[in-house]
């Protein structure tokens, strides 16, 4: 069983598929690397495909002290990944608490990143929304802690942004909630409370994003209301970043459309690897509507 060791000695288990140039899938807090076998399975046919868990879903380790939980300890986990792999730039996929992993490693590794898919990304990230989530993000660990993985799994599961995978495909949504009910209630709550709860808003991120040169695929549902405004920002603020909406979709949306994910993300390797993925031309960015002064 292959495993990376990050710099502060945790021992990370990933597995890979296929060869070619690399592409790293970062998984969301409800999956896990299996949450990423559609993928596994259709990029390997032409690309290096790897996925990992990360800290706190076994059989990578679980640390007990929560402050080995953060924001930047998930970012640069992905580059201890790419290490212990002998990767130095991939494309790199995240989903959700892997989509916020996935943009923070540009920050962090913009020279390591041939691209970037952050996708579902924004829980959380509204200012008037900071509060409640920070409560419910520990509410969920409590629930977590006091009835264990599986009751926290039948409500995590019928999320709002949930059902709608639920709907389409009941079958691949059991599996998906199966496999939630197996993860550590330890390594749950502490992921919920250091990475989800504590990590910054996208909001005071302006600086970084803008200044972000690395190509960006915004990807998200279109039920996946959280996400919908951020995905905005994130189109309006990284100059380098495309958003993409799937129509009729939630939160889970790599399992929900494994068809549609697959096609705009290998659509998007594809240009960027061909050296044809551009830079926002700042003419599009002006106050005028219709370009014309108004007297």
């Not at 790293?24 to 690397?33: C, K, P, Q």
């Not at 599986?150 to 079958?171: C, I, L, S, W």
């Not at 926002?280 to 509507?289: G, K, Q």
């Amino acid at each position: 069983m292959p495993f990376a060791t990050t710099d502060d000695e945790v021992r990370l288990y990933y597995e890979e598929a296929g060869s070619g140039t690399p592409v790293v899938f970062v998984h969301e807090f409800a999956g896990d690397l299996r949450s990423w076998e559609p993928q596994l399975r259709h990029f390997a046919h032409r690309y290096r495909s790897l996925a990992y868990n990360a800290r706190g879903y076994p059989p990578s380790e679980t640390p007990h002290d929560p402050a080995r939980y953060s924001q930047a300890r998930a970012a640069d986990d992905i580059a201890a990944v790419m290490d212990a792999a002998g990767i130095d730039r991939a494309h790199v996929c995240g989903l959700s608490m892997g989509g916020f992993a996935t943009l923070h490693f540009g920050f962090r590794h913009a020279a390591r990143a041939r691209s970037l898919v952050v996708a579902g990304c924004g829980y959380g990230a509204e200012p008037g929304t900071r509060a409640q989530f920070r409560a419910e993000a520990e509410a969920a660990a409590a629930l977590i802690e006091r009835d264990g993985m599986a009751a926290f799994a039948d409500t995590y599961a019928r999320g709002p942004t949930r059902v709608q995978f639920e709907n389409k495909d009941p079958r691949g949504w059991r599996e998906f909630r199966a496999r939630l009910a197996e993860h550590s209630p330890a390594g749950s709550a502490a992921t919920m409370r250091g990475v989800q709860a504590q990590r910054p808003s996208l909001y005071d991120l302006n600086g970084e994003m803008a200044a972000l040169r690395v190509p960006t695929l915004v990807l998200t549902g279109d039920e996946d209301w959280p996400c919908l405004l951020p995905g905005v920002l994130l189109k309006q603020t990284v100059p380098t970043a495309a958003l993409s909406v799937m129509e009729n979709c939630g939160h889970t949306i790599n399992l929900e459309d494994p068809d549609a994910f697959n096609r705009i993300c290998g659509a998007f390797f594809a240009q960027v690897d061909a050296g044809r993925w551009p830079e926002r031309d700042p003419r599009a960015v002006t106050d005028s509507i219709l370009g014309v002064e108004a007297k």
